[in-house]
Structure formats: C-alpha cells, structure tokens
C-alpha cells in the first residue's frame, strides 16, 4: 500500500476538500524526502512486506507535519521531523543497506 490523500486527511481528520492540492503536494514531497533519505536506487524496496508499512507511516507523519506545521519561508524558520519519522528512517536505512548488501553478494 501506498499513502493515500484520503489516508492523509483521515489520519489530519480533515472533510474538506479545500486543502487537496496542498496535501498531495505534501505527500509527493515526503515520499521524495523519504527516499532521498534511505535510498532510490531500488524501486522494488519501498514494495516490500517489512518496508510498506513503515514507509507509509513515515509518509503520513512527515505529511501531516508539514501541513500542520505550515509558515512563511523565512531563513530563520527551521521545523525538525518529528522523532517518530526519525526512528522509521533509521529503520528503513537499515533495512535498506542489508538488502542491497545482498543483492550485490547474489550479483558478485
């Protein structure tokens, strides 16, 4: 499963559909900042049984934190991901460095 906007608005509780094109945005850009933070090189990674979950989870949180957590740009604003995101990057570079450590023992 991939995240959803009517999973992100279910999780925001949101009914309106005033905010969509905001939403979506913000769930494509936490999925490229998920990947960007883990890895892109395997497509199929964020596919798998033990990766899914985590990885949609970690896309509606940092999602709902950049909608709920929304300011002017400004050099001095800086919003940190939330220690939850944190926990699931790490699992998933984890997860991410033992599967393509063997995938590169298979090809070698």
């Known amino acids: 499963m991939?995240?959803?906007l009517d999973d992100l608005k279910n999780s925001l509780?949101?009914?309106s559909?005033?905010?969509d094109k905001l939403l979506t945005g913000f769930l494509s850009a936490a999925q490229s900042w998920i990947k960007n933070a883990?890895?892109?090189d395997d497509v199929e990674f964020y596919a798998r049984?033990?990766?899914s979950d985590l990885y949609?989870?970690?896309t509606?949180?940092?999602?709902s934190a950049y909608y709920e957590r929304r300011s002017a740009a400004t050099p001095s604003v800086s919003n940190q991901v939330n220690l939850v995101s944190n926990s699931i990057i790490g699992q998933l570079r984890g997860e991410y460095s033992r599967v393509q450590r063997e995938k590169?023992?298979?090809d070698g």
């Open 2 to 4: 991939t995240a959803t």
């Open 13 to 15: 509780r949101l009914d």
């Open 49 to 51: 049984p033990n990766v």
């Open 104 to 106: 590169s023992e298979q």
């Open 38 to 40: 883990v890895g892109t």
């Open 56 to 58: 949609d989870t970690a």
């Open 17 to 19: 559909e005033a905010d």
């Open 60 to 63: 509606l949180a940092i999602a």
